[in-house]
């Protein structure tokens, strides 16, 4: 499998990112190092470090500032994880307890906070007030979408421009950051950056909708949590508002999306809404909107120089819209 090659090429720098996370997470609070390190050893992709590595190959920048950046984006990726789950009442994350499920939210909030603070702590290693402006622009807009999404829970009028924007902000832009970073902290020119951004946001938006599709079709043991999670939360994704537009299926849905929302025999709307959404062609057509941002994500890539690294990122654009895990 051509992914499996890319993290080979890159393992040891993976690993050394590895153990600057756990050297972030350190403190002399022993219930704070045990939280963090809790998601930590969770394990994950970390794909946004990933980027980060595969894009600084575009410039000539020292190991240790692109280590930085890699770090502090994925810290900053799980402190998001830690206050989804409380948002969302999660019990689990990837097969594990949630920090929340473990503790409690109060304790997974300020976990999630410290993460945060990590984060912006570790990446003031690089002098560079570029860096500084992008991340925390990026960190504002993550914001905004997580509360827009708060804002629209179990709202079935909401429009797909509405998904697509909220998407953008929670985990495309961070995802766009990682790939212009690296650029940034490899000192690549700045056609490269641009480049690289542009990438970044549209495998972003291919990589969340897909996240969304097998949200309604894979299992508990592929997903790491209940299957139906966001629609059981009020989240409604683009194959949900798919099937919303169809005049032959909206009475019936918006009805078992209400009664999931006052949980009036919860566990059955849910049951029938993924039914309703699964033979609409929501799931179809949120695929072939994933192929088309991951497109663009291939011609963003087309000014760039040819080389593995290059096909490296086309093939992590491809597996981000087609991705069966």
Same mark, same amino acid.
């Given at each position: 499998?051509?992914?499996?090659?890319?993290y080979?090429?890159?393992?040891?720098?993976?690993?050394?990112?590895?153990?600057?996370?756990?050297?972030?997470?350190?403190? *002399?609070?022993?219930l704070?190092?045990?939280?963090?390190l #809790?998601? +930590?050893?969770?394990?994950?992709?970390?794909?946004?470090?990933?980027?980060v590595?595969l894009?600084?190959e575009?410039?000539?920048?020292?190991?240790?500032?692109?280590?930085?950046?890699?770090?502090? !984006?994925?810290l900053? #990726?799980?402190?998001?994880?830690? #206050?989804?789950?409380?948002i *969302?009442?999660?019990?689990? @994350?990837?097969?594990?307890?949630t920090?929340?499920?473990?503790?409690?939210?109060?304790?997974a909030?300020?976990?999630?906070d410290?993460?945060?603070?990590?984060? +912006?702590?570790?990446?003031?290693?690089?002098e560079?007030?570029?860096? #500084?402006?992008? +991340?925390?622009g990026?960190?504002?807009?993550?914001?905004?979408?997580? !509360?827009e999404?708060?804002?629209l829970?179990?709202q079935?009028?909401?429009?797909?421009? *509405?998904?697509?924007?909220? !998407?953008?902000r929670?985990?495309?832009?961070? !995802?766009?950051?990682?790939c212009?970073l690296?650029?940034?902290?490899?000192?690549?020119?700045?056609e490269?950056?641009?480049?690289?951004?542009?990438?970044?946001?549209?495998v972003?938006?291919?990589?969340?909708i897909?996240?969304?599709?097998?949200?309604?079709?894979?299992s508990? @043991?592929e997903?790491?949590?209940?299957?139906?999670?966001?629609?059981?939360?009020?989240?409604?994704?683009?194959?949900?508002?798919?099937? +919303?537009?169809?005049?032959?299926?909206?009475?019936?849905?918006?009805?078992?999306?209400?009664?999931i929302r006052n949980?009036?025999h919860?566990?059955?709307?849910?049951?029938?809404?993924?039914?309703?959404?699964?033979?609409?062609?929501?799931?179809?057509?949120?695929?072939?909107?994933?192929?088309?941002y991951?497109?663009?994500?291939? *011609?963003a890539?087309?000014?760039?120089?040819?080389g593995?690294?290059?096909?490296?990122?086309?093939?992590?654009?491809k597996?981000?819209?087609r991705?069966?895990?």
């Open positions: 499998m051509r992914l499996t090659e890319i080979l090429r890159k393992r040891e720098e993976l690993e050394a990112v590895e153990r600057a996370l756990e050297e972030a997470v350190l403190s *002399d609070r022993e704070l190092e045990e939280t963090s #809790h998601l +930590l050893k969770a394990g994950g992709k970390r794909i946004r470090p990933m980027f590595l894009s600084s575009f410039g000539r920048g020292d190991p240790e500032r692109v280590r930085a950046v890699a770090v502090g !984006i994925e900053i #990726h799980m402190a998001t994880l830690v #206050h989804d789950d409380v *969302d009442d999660a019990e689990t @994350r990837r097969g594990r307890e920090v929340r499920s473990k503790w409690d939210n109060r304790i909030m300020y976990t999630g410290y993460l945060l603070a990590k984060a +912006l702590s570790v990446v003031t290693k690089l560079d007030p570029r860096v #500084h402006r992008v +991340l925390s990026v960190i504002v807009r993550m914001c905004v979408g997580e !509360i999404q708060i804002r829970f179990f079935i009028d909401q429009s797909v421009s *509405d998904y697509l924007r909220r !998407i953008r929670k985990t495309a832009l961070l !995802i766009a950051a990682s212009g690296g650029a940034l902290a490899a000192q690549a020119s700045e490269a950056y641009r480049a690289l951004y542009a990438y970044g946001a549209f972003g938006m291919a990589f969340q897909r996240d969304d599709v097998l949200d309604l079709t894979g508990e @043991r997903l790491g949590k209940p299957p139906g999670s966001d629609l059981r939360q009020g989240n409604l994704t683009y194959p949900v508002l798919y099937a +919303l537009q169809r005049q032959d299926l909206r009475g019936r849905l918006t009805d078992a999306v209400e009664r949980g009036l919860a566990a059955e709307a849910l049951e029938e809404a993924l039914a309703i959404v699964r033979s609409s062609g929501g799931l179809e057509a949120a695929e072939s909107l994933a192929d088309r991951v497109a663009k994500a291939l *011609d890539l087309e000014g760039l120089p040819d593995t690294t290059k096909r490296d990122l086309a093939e992590i654009a597996f981000a819209g991705r069966s895990f």
